[in-house]
Nanobody
Framework: HVQLVESGGGSVQVGGSLRLSCVAS????????MGWFRQIPDKEREGVAV????????EYADSVKGRFIISRDSSKMTWSLQMNNLKPENTAVYYCAAVTGCSLTPWLRNPGNRSGPMNWGQGTQVTVS
């Protein structure tokens, strides 16, 4: 069993920065891919940035490339999303996620594109105005 706990959301002005963090506990070594997804009302959850636990390979949604950075500390099973130059369209509930197996690009495009169990954090609100 794996549990994910997020922190770091909040409200920020346009152009500001926020850092989200996720800590995993439990059978974390079984999770190969970690990432961040977001959701706004009446929309499907979409990928923001994903990373592999061992090699640190990354993929980003086109809309956040150059502004957001995903990183991980595989020894502590934590990962973060540094969000810079935030825009109003970045307002959403952000969820961290971990999955047993994935290919980064397909998983980023659709969280259903993975193998094995997947876990979600509780979600944290990010508001940019």
């Amino acid at each position: 069993h794996v549990q994910l706990v997020e922190s770091g959301g909040g409200s920020v002005q346009v152009g500001g920065s926020l850092r989200l963090s996720c800590v995993a506990s439990g059978d974390t070594m079984s999770r190969y891919c970690m990432g961040w997804f977001r959701q706004i009302p009446d929309k499907e959850r979409e990928g923001v940035a994903v990373i592999t636990r061992i090699h640190g390979g990354t993929e980003y949604a086109d809309s956040v490339k150059g502004r957001f950075i995903i990183s991980r500390d595989s020894s502590k099973m934590t990962w973060s999303l540094q969000m810079n130059n935030l825009k109003p369209e970045n307002t959403a509930v952000y969820y961290c996620a971990a999955v047993t197996g994935c290919s980064l690009t397909p998983w980023l495009r659709n969280p259903g594109n993975r193998s094995g169990p997947m876990n979600w954090g509780q979600g944290t609100q990010v508001t940019v105005s």
